[in-house]
Nanobody
């Protein structure tokens, strides 16, 4: 069982930066793939980024070059650094965890946090 708690959301202007954190509980954090997803009002939840246990990283095309995912196994935390933010990045951002490195990139990921709101003003 893994519990996830996101933090770091907020309001930022277009072109600004914001960093999200996701703290995990559980004894085997280092063996999990971790991911970030987002869901805007009226839209489906979508994949943003993922990092595997051996540090392979994946990004949605919409955030490549602007967002960076990273993990600190000692702190049991995964991060999402978001730069050059756009109004279309406005959403609730969710952290996810899964043992499966394929499933972590889908909404069928096994464990989810409660989400943190990111709002980008124009």
């Amino acid at each position: 069982q893994v519990q996830l708690v996101e933090s770091g959301g907020g309001l930022v202007q277009t072109g600004g930066s914001l960093g999200l954190s996701c703290a995990a509980s559980g004894r085997t954090f280092s063996s999990y793939a971790m991911g970030w997803f987002r869901q805007a009002p009226g839209k489906e939840r979508e994949f943003v980024a993922a990092v595997t246990w051996n540090d392979n990283r994946y990004y949605a095309d919409s955030v490549k070059g602007r967002f960076t995912i990273s993990r600190d196994n000692a702190k049991m935390t995964v991060y999402l650094q978001m730069n050059s933010l756009k109004p279309e990045d406005t959403a609730t951002y969710y952290c996810a965890a899964d043992e499966d490195t394929i499933r972590i990139r889908t909404i069928r990921a096994r464990y989810w946090g409660q989400g943190t709101q990111v709002t980008v003003s124009s």
